[in-house]
């Protein structure tokens, strides 16, 4: 956002950014909670409050980051009964979350516009993507809602929302499609200040500030009613619901005549004497427009009816915006209502219908006829369009259809034809293959502004990530022309097809959507003499048969020598310009450069420098190859191997090639439950460079594989003689340890799953005294690696594990032997969670239950195609489900309960068979301890017998105990999440589930910011760190949650930083465990939301102990009852000053950099605060066991 | 009353006492507090070459790090602002200080090497510097680069700056050199317009507390003139270049020496974080009291009167002294 503007202007942005200039420019207060796909409306007002931009009326907004979407509806009910135009930006679970205040703030008639980025609610599984199911859910509350189907509408239905919310005191919600609109880049038209202005009437905000809350005018609101009047007072409100359309229809009629842009409450478009008719909401209906106006410019009597104003429903405006000359009418849905006579708005529908017939206002039913249609952003194209105009033709529609699934199971689904085509061959489409890393996504959110720049042109920018914050695969959608774009759908016939990863040709069919003719651009790492003999045989098939121009050029080593890294977007952004012809060369090189200037500011100095000479480069490496007429290729292998199960085959596989949509519902399970250890099968090859182990310098000390965050590193001991059958190239030595003379030690590395972090290299500590270079680990090339450790990984699994029972569980020398049960996420390559998150796996792996908060942890542990949680041989394993974001303590405390319970019945049922099993038997299991692994050892040996004893009874108390009997061996409940849940959304359950006396164990991934959602500032963002929402450096210490919990004197507490001492990380892990009470385990872990090269993860988690910014430190109940202090220091006094910690990482160097007199006064007051809080944990620590409350916790 | 009217790197300035670059004059307070003291003219706090490799890398970090990789995230930070801050800031206190004060401005640059940073010298030079002065501060800790390499590189870094900019460049060394004279006649004739004589290095210490090496600053003492006092001498009026005498400057006594040696500017630091700014007024009042005692009546006439092309012979600057010194300390009394 610039300055005000009172013209209009053209510009290109996505639908968050649209929607945001307007709520901005025409509310006071934001009171907020980051969640996708809305978090950027949020973030944009947070920049330009920082930017110190005015709204329309000359004040500069506040921005209010509260600890939920329900604080923040508490907050804005508030502000709005204080008085100041307020809003907010959510989604999905944010608005279920605001749902109590949404009743409350529309039965108080209380203006406001909540602005939703519209997305799926999680379910059977959770989904970030777009569809109606969340404002569906709560279209009972008496929010007016409004839908927008493009970034332009989102923009302007913004104002039209905030003008009839003022007029009307209905507050609105305003919605678009998550990700379909909200992160679409289009070109639109802006509202300048000025009609901004126009449309709001400054009486009506004079009238909300007089409805407030004042000691001036006291009046008492909110109260509390008895039958006799709660129902006639909710009923005063119905004139002012019954009001809105004609004030809506206003207002976009007024927005009409100042800026040209006229808008219907249902806005119809085709055939004037449509038979039939399509309804929907969103962008959906911008494609049943488009799709309506292509059948109908063919003759086909079809319309089109967009929904905007969907709550108050007006009969009268719906009525009268249909042909009279309509038969069939197919409402469109997208979202699920299961059990209901149809979707909503197919009820709403019928129930119009019905109504003008009962009232004789219409003299027949239309065949009225529902479905549903992309459900989580499942992408709504022409050909699903032309199938529903088809159904609608029938006597008969399939009522309650599907469109654009394969539902096998109901029988509900439509067919469609997946290459129907209408868009003009005037616009021309462009489809880019890359991964999140090289910058092809911000390259092309670049080039479609460059294109729309020009007056005479637009563009659009669609963009598709896959789910791994590692290595992800992006394809981003282009299309520009000289006529507006109206495509809300992905690209299926592409006229220029990119590959900046020559890898994926082995994986996606990138060139199945290539038109033929069409350009192909490639980046490989071969010259254009050399490329074809290199290509897969579909790809050189779909060259061959469509007769594509094919260029290459190694953009990768171009980068690589301009020291751009893997970075390669400038290059190939170039490439696509000076070959696809859209603008003259010269003119594109010079648009390049600009907006490179622009992107890294003035003082980008070298790094302009970089990117220019990446242009100038571009074109002298790219040349064109000459097609020959042989197919040489070779098949691409199966993504997975025959011998993988066959849900893998089948389901997982079609996943990882781009096939899922095609997977029919069938092939799903019904309930969200998958098979574990996935992640196994993906083989995902992005690293590029891998550790190499040195067997002859190795200790043997387990640091590699205790920081890898994705298990890659495995160590083993086996007899000698195992190695007989061991490939030549496999490494051993002997085991290092006293008493095991015949026994040799591995350590390998899974080349193809490591991301090439290197963080294991940097915490060796096994340097050769003859090269400091040189370590036990080092990085290599993994290209020459990969088949010989195909077979060294092979051989590797053959060996036997280590016994557990006989692994020394208290020294990370000992725990790499323990089979890691969670494996090769896709978390950041070096991620500081998953070290934790991997060593509880394999310390508890075989009888441990997880509640997982949603966020990164979620994501990297259950976002489909795969999952790491896996079983070990002997098939147990983690058991894992992940519930809300805010609930999760609660959830894991429901475990508990049920363990608690069942263990309970278990024993009770076995004290009633102790006749049949033997009663020495069964008071060993009911006595028996079973705190270290050869106690619980001895505890399944004994459930094994007893299962023995019990084996072929058929009554129903035998089986019930043998249904139960896994409860008598303790279960090991963990709750997982990081600092968004423990210290803000999820507090009050946290703090209620400390405050019960159950053994649940919590372990808080504690990155300090919310890194799932972008790096937004939580309770855990230390002082003088930037987040977002806190960009001018945090002003308050973090909140100290271990000392909250100590408090209650009888919570297991500990902080613990592998980096900093692994043997305290893995001390305290195992008491928290131990402890039959609740515990509180704080990790820290290092993110990329940090900002600094996560290979020096670990020694930065050592800097902030040795800062003493993050003490280290456990306080164990248990030690009161001898008399002991509970509370241990487990770490020395601060040995650097917070600085030298802190000046290593973004977060604080851009405060620093943009204000180095604030941030050397915010550092001030966090070195005062760490030296402060290092005091107290020494004072604590320095007590007398007696002062410390007594231990009652039963053993 | 004494004419002290000097000029330095064809700056035309009221006396020779400058403001060299010190904490004082970091900001545009501080800049003023100089001038207002009576500074002939302010060199500001040195822009290092890391500094400006570090804001390039922190200004791509913030731009590209992690950005656009996974659905939920556009980026992890909070949007750069790369209009305001970091060098932005340095060069906007030029930009002020040069609206504010009518003395020279020298923006400092400390660089060892030509790379992407000598490009931030147009920066300097568009926000109103008046001439820049190039420090080559470097340790040649590398054993395997013979001074050779080390000094054709620094000639290298001034031929880069001078090709940049056309404001007055002068270059500050150090004396740590086979051939000081030798390459200061090479700097020269790679387009210094003038030469500092002579950079201090900071030598770490040893921190026997804490075993770790202890880095602390030692402001300068009048003991510390003699290397540049020999140095100007030899040099004035063989080389034709402006010269400017830092280090040791305490009281007047050293000024009158540089002067004398051939200095055209005096540079102090040292003494004006010791006693505050208006301690330039004492210098420059010393230094007038002085003339005038001795009967200089411009600064024109003293300039250089023990310079050693002034000389009958170098002998007493050179061998011929310090033989004599050993010889003092080892014979008979005299």
């Known amino acids: 956002m610039s300055a005000i503007a009172n013209t209009p202007v053209t510009d290109t942005m996505d639908g968050n950014a649209a929607v945001a200039h307007v709520a901005y420019r025409v509310n006071e207060v934001f009171a907020i909670y980051p969640i996708t796909p809305s978090s950027p409306m949020a973030e944009h007002a947070d920049e330009w409050i920082a930017r110190g931009i005015a709204n329309v009326w000359g004040t500069l907004p506040s921005v209010q980051e509260m600890q939920s979407e329900g604080g923040a509806a508490g907050a804005l009910h508030g502000s709005l009964q204080s008085g100041a135009l307020t809003t907010t930006f959510t989604a999905s679970q944010g608005l279920l979350l605001m749902l109590p205040n949404m009743f409350k703030i529309a039965g108080e008639l209380t203006p406001t516009v909540f602005h939703v980025a519209a997305r799926s609610l999680a379910t ?209 849905d997208r979202c699920k209502e299961p059990g209901g006579t149809g979707e909503p708005l197919y009820q709403d529908v019928v129930a119009a219908f019905a109504q003008a017939v009962a009232n004789g206002e219409r003299t027949a039913m239309p065949r009225i006829f529902g479905g549903r249609y992309g459900l989580s952003s499942k992408d709504f194209h022409p050909g699903m369009v032309r199938a529903v105009f088809d159904e609608a033709a029938k006597d008969k529609p399939r009522n309650g259809f599907t469109i654009g699934i394969d539902d096998d199971v109901s029988g509900t689904s439509l067919p469609f034809d997946r290459d129907f085509d209408i868009e003009p061959d005037a616009t021309t489409r462009a489809l880019f293959f890359g991964l999140g890393s090289d910058g092809t996504v911000g390259a092309n959110k670049n080039s479609v502004k460059m294109l729309a720049e020009d007056a005479d042109r637009f563009a659009q920018g669609y963009f598709v990530y896959d789910s791994h914050k590692s290595g992800a695969e992006t394809v981003s959608h282009l299309r520009f022309g000289h006529e507006p774009v109206h495509a809300p759908y992905l690209i299926r016939h592409a ?147 025959d011998d993988a199960p066959d849900f893998v085959r089948t389901v997982t596989g079609a996943m990882m090639a781009g096939r899922g949509d095609a997977i029919p519902v069938s092939a799903l399970p019904v309930d969200g439950t998958f098979p574990v250890g996935t992640t196994a099968f993906e083989k995902r090859n992005i690293a590029v460079e891998v550790p190499f182990w040195d067997a002859d310098l190795c200790i043997q000390c387990g640091q590699c594989g205790i920081v890898c965050p994705h298990s890659v590193i495995r160590a083993k001991t086996y007899a000698e003689d195992a190695l007989d059958t061991a490939p030549d190239s496999f490494r051993s030595a002997p085991v290092n340890a006293r008493g095991f003379p015949d026994s040799r030690f591995s350590l390998q590395i899974y080349v193809e799953d490591c991301t090439g972090c290197g963080i294991c290299v940097e915490n060796c500590p096994a340097i050769s005294p003859t090269d400091p270079d040189h370590r036990a680990i080092d990085m290599v090339d993994k290209r020459p690696l990969v088949e010989t450790e195909r077979k060294n990984i092979a051989f590797f699994e053959t060996l036997p594990q280590v016994d557990r029972s006989r692994v020394n569980f208290a020294n990370v020398r000992g725990v790499q032997f323990l089979e ?197 500032s939580s309770k855990a963002t230390p002082l003088g760190a930037t987040a977002k929402f806190a960009s001018a450096g945090k002003e308050v210490p973090r909140k100290d949650l271990a000392m909250q919990a100590i408090a209650y004197g009888y919570v297991y507490v500990a902080q613990i930083a592998m980096g900093a001492n692994s043997e305290q990380a893995l001390l305290a892990l195992r008491e928290a465990e131990a402890y039959p009470g609740p515990s509180l385990v704080l990790a820290y872990s290092h993110c990329i939301a940090h900002g600094f090269d996560l290979r020096f993860g670990m020694k930065q988690q050592a800097r902030a102990t040795a800062a003493g910014y993050w003490p280290l430190f456990r306080y164990d109940p248990t030690r009161r009852r001898s008399g002991e202090n509970p509370f241990r220091l487990d770490s020395p006094r601060p040995r650097v000053k917070l600085a030298d910690f802190a000046y290593r990482e973004l977060r604080y ?20 605060v760490v030296d402060e809080r290092y005091r107290t944990y020494e004072d604590l620590a320095a007590r007398d066991g007696s002062r410390f409350q007594p231990n009652w916790t039963e053993v | 009353m004494v004419d002290l009217a000097t000029t330095w790197l064809g700056l035309p300035l009221a006396h020779p006492v400058v403001a060299s670059a010190s904490p004082l004059s970091r900001s545009l307070d501080g800049i003023r507090r100089l001038e207002d003291a009576g500074a002939a003219a302010i060199v500001l706090p040195s822009i290092y070459e890391e500094e400006i490799e570090a804001e390039d890398a922190l200004t791509l970090a913030l731009v590209e790090e992690g950005s656009w990789t996974q659905p939920e995230a556009a980026g992890y930070f909070p949007t750069a602002d790369t209009e305001t801050g970091g060098l932005e800031a340095r060069l906007e206190t030029i930009r002020r200080a040069r609206e504010a004060c009518a003395v020279p401005i020298v923006a400092s640059l400390n660089g060892s090497a030509p790379a992407g940073w000598v490009s931030f010298a147009h920066e300097i030079e568009a926000a109103g510097a008046s001439a820049i002065e190039l420090n080559l501060y470097r340790v040649p800790a590398n054993i395997d680069e013979s001074g050779e390499a080390v000094e054709r590189r620094w000639l290298e870094t001034v031929s880069a700056v001078r090709a940049a900019v056309p404001i007055p460049l002068s270059v500050k060394l150090g004396p740590w050199l086979s051939s000081p004279g030798h390459f200061a006649g090479a700097l ?66 050293e000024v009158v020496k540089y002067l004398l040696a051939g200095a055209d500017v005096t540079m102090t630091a040292s003494a004006l974080l010791r006693h505050g700014p208006d301690h330039i007024a004492t210098l420059r009042d010393g230094l007038a009291d002085w003339m005038a005692g001795r009967g200089f009546d411009s600064l024109a006439a003293m300039r250089g009167r023990l310079a050693a092309d002034r000389l009958e012979t170098t002998e007493p600057l050179l061998r011929a002294q310090y033989a004599e010194m050993l010889v003092g300390y080892g014979g008979e009394p005299r």
Not at chain 1, 164 to 170: D, G, M, P
Not at chain 1, 625 to 630: A, K, L, N, R, S
Not at chain 1, 1149 to 1166: F, G, V
């Open chain 1, 1149 to 1168: 160097k851009t405060l620093a950099r943009s204000d180095r007199e604030r941030a050397d006064h915010l550092m001030r007051q966090a070195q005062a």
């Open chain 1, 124 to 332: 059977q599984a959770l989904s970030i993507f777009g569809d109606h199911q969340d404002v569906m859910a709560v279209r009972s509350t008496g929010f007016a809602m409004m839908g927008a189907a493009s970034v332009q509408e989102a923009h302007d239905l913004a104002l039209v929302a905030q003008a009839a919310t003022l007029e009307s005191r209905i507050p609105f919600l305003h919605f678009m499609d998550g990700f379909r609109t909200s992160h679409e880049v289009n070109k639109l038209t802006l509202l300048p200040d000025d009609t901004m202005r126009a449309m709001i009437d400054e009486k009506l905000i004079r009238a909300h500030r007089e409805r407030a809350l004042s000691p001036a005018h006291p009046v008492v609101r909110g109260t509390a009613h008895n039958p006799d009047t709660f129902f006639q007072a909710r009923e005063t409100a119905t004139p002012f619901h019954a009001a809105v359309p004609v004030i809506v229809q206003a207002a976009m009629d007024r927005l009409a005549g100042l800026c040209g842009r006229q808008y219907r409450l249902f806005q119809y478009d085709g055939h004037p004497e449509a038979e039939r008719v399509a309804i929907a909401m969103g962008s959906g209906a911008e494609v049943v427009r488009e799709t309506a106006a292509r059948l109908a410019a063919d003759g086909q009597k079809v319309g089109a009816l967009q929904v905007l104003l969907y709550r108050p429903f007006s009969v009268e405006h719906f009525l009268a915006a249909l042909p009279a000359t309509v038969r069939g009418i197919a409402v469109l």
């Open chain 1, 820 to 1016: 890691p049960l969670f494996e090769f996420s896709g978390a950041c390559a070096g991620c500081g969670e998953t070290p934790y998150v991997k060593l509880i796996s394999q310390l508890f792996g075989d009888r441990l239950q997880i509640a997982n908060a949603t966020g990164c942890s979620s994501i990297y542990g259950g976002n489909l195609p795969a999952h790491p949680w896996r079983a070990g041989a002997d098939g147990r394993g983690p058991a894992w489900n992940n519930s809300l974001f805010e609930d999760n303590a609660e959830f894991g405390l429901g475990y508990r309960l049920a363990i608690d319970k069942q263990t309970e019945v278990a024993r009770h049922l076995l004290a009633e068979l102790a006749a049949d099993i033997g009663d020495d038997l069964v008071t060993a299991i009911l006595k028996a301890p079973q705190v270290t692994e050869s106690e619980l050892a001895a505890q399944r040996t004994r459930v094994a017998a007893m299962r023995e004893k019990l084996a072929g009874r058929i009554d129903d108390i035998a089986l019930n105990l043998l249904a139960l009997a896994d409860f008598l061996v303790r279960r090991s409940v963990w709750i997982v999440g990081g600092d968004g849940w423990a210290y803000d959304i999820g507090y009050g359950g946290l703090d209620h589930t400390l405050a019960q006396n159950r053994d649940v164990n919590v372990l808080v991934l504690d990155t300090e910011v919310y890194s799932n959602t972008g790096g937004q």
């Open chain 1, 495 to 641: 006229d220029f097809v990119a590959c900046h990863r020559f890898e994926l040709l082995r994986k996606l069919d990138i060139l199945g959507p290539a038109r033929p003719g069409a350009t192909f651009l490639l980046n490989a790492p071969y010259t254009a003499n050399a490329v074809w003999d290199h290509l897969p045989r579909p790809v050189q098939r779909h060259i061959i048969e469509k007769q594509l121009r094919v260029f290459v050029i190694d953009a990768t080593k171009v980068a690589q020598d301009l020291g751009l890294g893997p970075r390669v977007n400038t290059i190939l952004q170039t490439c696509f310009f000076a070959i696809s012809d859209i603008m003259p060369r010269d003119e594109a090189i010079a648009a390049i450069k600009a907006s490179i200037e622009k992107a890294y500011g003035r003082k980008g100095g070298a790094v302009i420098e970089k990117n220019f000479a990446a242009v100038d480069a571009a074109l002298a490496h790219l040349h064109e190859v000459t097609i020959p007429v042989d197919l040489t290729g070779t098949d691409n292998p199966p993504l997975v191997p």
């Open chain 2, 188 to 253: 020269v004739g790679a387009g210094a317009d003038g030469l500092v004589l002579f950079n201090r290095f900071y030598q770490p210490d040893i921190d026997l507390a804490t075993l770790t090496p202890k880095s602390d600053l030692e402001l300068s003492s009048p003991y510390e003139i003699r290397q540049a006092l020999l140095w100007i001498s030899l040099l004035a009026g063989r080389l034709n270049t402006s010269l400017a005498a830092t280090t040791g400057v305490e009281s007047h006594v």
